[in-house]
C-alpha cells in the first residue's frame, strides 16, 4: 500500500532538498534554477497522496520516511530571498586571490579574527528576519568587522551607515549617542535595509550593489540597459568601479570565509563572541566613572559601548550600559555611592581663534591623545573656530582639585610608595578613586583575594 504514495512523492522533476539552514546554505547553479511551481506542486502531491492513506498505513508510512520525506519543510518556496548564490568567474576570482595573498591576506585574516565576536549575532539576527546568513561577509568587506570604522564618505561602523539612512532606519545619531557604531542596533538596521533592497530588486547581488551605491543608481542603470542581471550592468559600466567591485568582492569573501582551512585560514582563532551584562545609568557618567564603578577598566567599557562617541552618557536620559558578565550588581552598588556632582569628569571647550590642540591640553592639564581619543580621533590641523570640543580631566587633576582627600594615617617615602591606613567606612572602591587607580590594580598591589577591607588594614595606594 506504500507503493502508490512513493510514486506519488517522486512523480515530476526531483527535488534539490536544502541542507538545514542553520548548518548554513549550500548553493549551486541547479538550485538557483528551481521553479517554486515544482515545489508547490510537488507539496501538494505529496500532501494528497499521504491523506487518501488510512491511519495504520499512514503511521507506517511515517515510521519508515518521516513527515517530510520529500524535505519540503527545509525548502521554502521563495528560495532565492534566503540564499546568495556564490558564482565563481574572473572578477571573483580577482579577488580571492587579493584576499589570500600579500596584504590582502593579512587583512583578511583581521577580518575572520574580528568576525568571531559579531558572527553569531549577525547570522541569527539574519534567521530572525528569513534573509540570507551570509550577509555577515558584506559587514566583513564593509568594514573590516570593525565597529569604529570611518570613511571619507562619512560612512560609520560595522556596516558603514550614513547618516541620513541610518536615520531612515531608526538609529540615533547625535552629538550624544552615535548608534551606527553600535554592532546590534547597527545590524537591526543593517537587516532592514537590506531585506527592502531585496523586495525592490528581486536580486542579492543587485540589492548588495544598491546598498554600496544607492538604490536610484541600480535603478537607472537597469533603465539604461534593459537587463536586471547585475553582470551585465557590471559589463555595461552604468555602476561607478567601487560597485562594480563590490559583488565580486562579497562572493569572495563569502567564498574564502565558508571554505577557510582550504584558503589557507584554517590556523585563524576568531575572537569569542562578545558578553555582557546591561545595567542602566540614569544620567550623564564619565566612562572611567563607569569602569571604576564596574571595577573594570575604561578599555573595556569603551569595547563594549562604542555608540558613546564622547565616551559619557546623555545627560538628562536614562540609557543601556553593558558591563562585562557578572559586574551588573557590583556596578549597581558602587554606582549608588557616586555623587551627582562626581558623575561627570570631563569639561566642554569652545575653540577660539589661534588655539591649537597642544595649547588647549596645556591649559586644562591634559594630553593631545586624550582630547584626539575622546572626540572621534579628531585632526589638530582641522579645528574649527567655535567648535566644541569635550576635554577629559586627569585623575591626579580631578584629585586635587575636588577638596575631596582626608588626612589619614600614611607610610610613604618621596616619590617611593604610599601606604595607607584604612578606616571605617572606606571601600576599596572609595580607596581607588580618591587616589587615582583602579580597584583591581589596588587589589593586585596589595595580593587581595577579594576586594573587602576592614578598618585598621594597612593599604599600599602606590608602588
Given at each position: 500500500?506504500?507503493?502508490?504514495?512513493?510514486?506519488?512523492?517522486?512523480?515530476?522533476?526531483?527535488?534539490?532538498?536544502?541542507?538545514?539552514?542553520?548548518?548554513?546554505?549550500?548553493?549551486?547553479?541547479?538550485?538557483?534554477?528551481?521553479?517554486?511551481?515544482?515545489?508547490?506542486?510537488?507539496?501538494?502531491?505529496?500532501?494528497?497522496?499521504?491523506?487518501?492513506?488510512?491511519?495504520?498505513?499512514?503511521?507506517?508510512?511515517?515510521?519508515?520516511?518521516?513527515?517530510?520525506?520529500?524535505?519540503?519543510?527545509?525548502?521554502?518556496?521563495?528560495?532565492?530571498?534566503?540564499?546568495?548564490?556564490?558564482?565563481?568567474?574572473?572578477?571573483?576570482?580577482?579577488?580571492?586571490?587579493?584576499?589570500?595573498?600579500?596584504?590582502?591576506?593579512?587583512?583578511?585574516?583581521?577580518?575572520?579574527?574580528?568576525?568571531?565576536?559579531?558572527?553569531?549575532?549577525?547570522?541569527?539576527?539574519?534567521?530572525?528576519?528569513?534573509?540570507?546568513?551570509?550577509?555577515?561577509?558584506?559587514?566583513?568587506?564593509?568594514?573590516?568587522?570593525?565597529?569604529?570604522?570611518?570613511?571619507?564618505?562619512?560612512?560609520?561602523?560595522?556596516?558603514?551607515?550614513?547618516?541620513?539612512?541610518?536615520?531612515?532606519?531608526?538609529?540615533?545619531?547625535?552629538?550624544?549617542?552615535?548608534?551606527?557604531?553600535?554592532?546590534?542596533?547597527?545590524?537591526?538596521?543593517?537587516?532592514?535595509?537590506?531585506?527592502?533592497?531585496?523586495?525592490?530588486?528581486?536580486?542579492?547581488?543587485?540589492?548588495?550593489?544598491?546598498?554600496?551605491?544607492?538604490?536610484?543608481?541600480?535603478?537607472?542603470?537597469?533603465?539604461?540597459?534593459?537587463?536586471?542581471?547585475?553582470?551585465?550592468?557590471?559589463?555595461?559600466?552604468?555602476?561607478?568601479?567601487?560597485?562594480?567591485?563590490?559583488?565580486?568582492?562579497?562572493?569572495?569573501?563569502?567564498?574564502?570565509?565558508?571554505?577557510?582551512?582550504?584558503?589557507?585560514?584554517?590556523?585563524?582563532?576568531?575572537?569569542?563572541?562578545?558578553?555582557?551584562?546591561?545595567?542602566?545609568?540614569?544620567?550623564?557618567?564619565?566612562?572611567?566613572?563607569?569602569?571604576?564603578?564596574?571595577?573594570?577598566?575604561?578599555?573595556?567599557?569603551?569595547?563594549?559601548?562604542?555608540?558613546?562617541?564622547?565616551?559619557?552618557?546623555?545627560?538628562?536620559?536614562?540609557?543601556?550600559?553593558?558591563?562585562?558578565?557578572?559586574?551588573?550588581?557590583?556596578?549597581?552598588?558602587?554606582?549608588?555611592?557616586?555623587?551627582?556632582?562626581?558623575?561627570?569628569?570631563?569639561?566642554?571647550?569652545?575653540?577660539?581663534?589661534?588655539?591649537?590642540?597642544?595649547?588647549?591640553?596645556?591649559?586644562?592639564?591634559?594630553?593631545?591623545?586624550?582630547?584626539?581619543?575622546?572626540?572621534?580621533?579628531?585632526?589638530?590641523?582641522?579645528?574649527?573656530?567655535?567648535?566644541?570640543?569635550?576635554?577629559?580631566?586627569?585623575?591626579?587633576?580631578?584629585?586635587?582639585?575636588?577638596?575631596?582627600?582626608?588626612?589619614?594615617?600614611?607610610?610613604?617615602?618621596?616619590?617611593?610608595?604610599?601606604?595607607?591606613?584604612?578606616?571605617?567606612?572606606?571601600?576599596?572602591?572609595?580607596?581607588?578613586?580618591?587616589?587615582?587607580?583602579?580597584?583591581?590594580?589596588?587589589?593586585?598591589?596589595?595580593?587581595?583575594?577579594?576586594?573587602?577591607?576592614?578598618p585598621g588594614d594597612r593599604i599600599t595606594v602606590r608602588r
Open positions: 500500500m506504500l507503493l502508490p504514495l512513493v510514486a506519488a512523492c517522486s512523480t515530476g522533476p526531483a527535488p534539490v532538498i536544502a541542507p538545514d539552514l542553520a548548518q548554513g546554505p549550500v548553493v549551486g547553479p541547479e538550485l538557483a534554477a528551481i521553479d517554486s511551481t515544482v515545489i508547490e506542486q510537488a507539496t501538494g502531491d505529496a500532501e494528497q497522496a499521504i491523506e487518501s492513506l488510512d491511519e495504520a498505513t499512514r503511521r507506517e508510512f511515517y515510521s519508515l520516511f518521516g513527515s517530510d520525506p520529500l524535505g519540503l519543510s527545509r525548502r521554502p518556496v521563495n528560495t532565492a530571498r534566503y540564499e546568495i548564490p556564490l558564482e565563481m568567474n574572473e572578477q571573483v576570482e580577482r579577488w580571492v586571490e587579493y584576499f589570500t595573498t600579500g596584504k590582502g591576506r593579512e587583512r583578511f585574516a583581521i577580518y575572520l579574527q574580528r568576525a568571531g565576536r559579531y558572527e553569531s549575532m549577525i547570522r541569527q539576527k539574519a534567521r530572525d528576519a528569513q534573509l540570507p546568513e551570509d550577509l555577515l561577509y558584506l559587514a566583513m568587506i564593509e568594514s573590516g568587522m570593525n565597529p569604529n570604522a570611518y570613511s571619507r564618505a562619512r560612512a560609520v561602523g560595522l556596516w558603514q551607515f550614513i547618516a541620513s539612512t541610518g536615520r531612515a532606519y531608526g538609529l540615533e545619531i547625535s552629538y550624544w549617542m552615535d548608534e551606527r557604531r553600535d554592532p546590534f542596533r547597527a545590524t537591526d538596521a543593517a537587516i532592514a535595509h537590506l531585506g527592502d533592497l531585496y523586495e525592490r530588486f528581486g536580486s542579492w547581488y543587485l540589492a548588495a550593489a544598491a546598498y554600496n551605491a544607492g538604490p536610484g543608481r541600480v535603478s537607472r542603470g537597469i533603465r539604461r540597459t534593459g537587463s536586471d542581471d547585475f553582470w551585465d550592468l557590471s559589463d555595461a559600466r552604468v555602476l561607478r568601479r567601487e560597485t562594480r567591485n563590490y559583488v565580486p568582492k562579497l562572493l569572495a569573501a563569502a567564498t574564502i570565509a565558508r571554505n577557510a582551512e582550504r584558503y589557507g585560514f584554517g590556523e585563524v582563532e576568531p575572537m569569542p563572541p562578545l558578553e555582557f551584562d546591561v545595567v542602566q545609568v540614569p544620567d550623564a557618567t564619565s566612562f572611567d566613572v563607569l569602569a571604576d564603578a564596574a571595577e573594570v577598566t575604561e578599555a573595556e567599557i569603551r569595547d563594549l559601548n562604542p555608540h558613546f562617541p564622547r565616551q559619557v552618557t546623555p545627560p538628562d536620559r536614562e540609557v543601556d550600559l553593558r558591563v562585562p558578565v557578572g559586574q551588573a550588581d557590583i556596578f549597581a552598588a558602587n554606582y549608588a555611592r557616586v555623587p551627582a556632582s562626581e558623575r561627570v569628569t570631563w569639561l566642554e571647550h569652545r575653540v577660539t581663534r589661534g588655539q591649537t590642540l597642544g595649547a588647549i591640553a596645556n591649559r586644562y592639564g591634559t594630553s593631545v591623545t586624550a582630547i584626539r581619543a575622546a572626540n572621534n580621533n579628531v585632526s589638530p590641523r582641522r579645528l574649527q573656530i567655535g567648535q566644541r570640543l569635550v576635554i577629559p580631566r586627569s585623575r591626579a587633576a580631578r584629585v586635587a582639585s575636588s577638596g575631596t582627600s582626608r588626612a589619614r594615617p600614611t607610610q610613604s617615602t618621596p616619590d617611593g610608595p604610599l601606604t595607607i591606613t584604612v578606616r571605617r567606612g572606606d571601600t576599596l572602591w572609595a580607596l581607588a578613586r580618591e587616589y587615582g587607580t583602579s580597584t583591581r590594580t589596588l587589589m593586585a598591589m596589595n595580593s587581595l583575594g577579594s576586594s573587602v577591607i576592614r
